[in-house]
């Protein structure tokens, strides 16, 4: 029942990490995973793609080292941003109406 404590965190695989030289950003890619391991997956997407976007430029190959996304997924998160989510439902916006779908019409006589 604590599962939830015990979600595995993805440990980083760059070079700074592997090496272990910079502590500083050890601690950020660090955090990162466990910031990432928090989210569910749309949201982990949506995060690595705004990521993906930033202009001092970590590459989609970085980040697929870094959170152990791979580079497609990245891709399809930074797209999705583009697209403004248009997609993808957010829970506020709940569905008007008693939210079942509406039944197949029933035309024929
Ligand atoms: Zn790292």
Redesign the pocket.
């Given at each position: 029942m604590s599962s939830e404590s015990e979600k595995i965190v993805h440990q980083?695989?760059?070079d700074?990490?592997r090496a272990g030289t910079d502590t500083a950003?050890?601690r950020h890619?660090r955090q990162m995973n466990l910031f990432l391991s928090r989210l569910n997956e749309p949201q982990r997407l949506w995060y690595v793609g705004l990521l993906s976007q930033k202009a001092d430029g970590v590459s989609d190959r970085q980040l697929s080292?870094?959170t152990g996304l791979d580079e497609d997924t990245i891709r399809r998160g930074r797209r999705e941003l583009e697209a403004e989510l248009a997609d993808v439902p957010s829970d506020r916006q709940r569905r008007e109406g008693g939210g079942r779908p509406p039944a197949e019409k029933k035309t024929r006589r």
């Open positions: 980083c695989e760059c700074v990490c950003t050890v890619h080292l870094i």
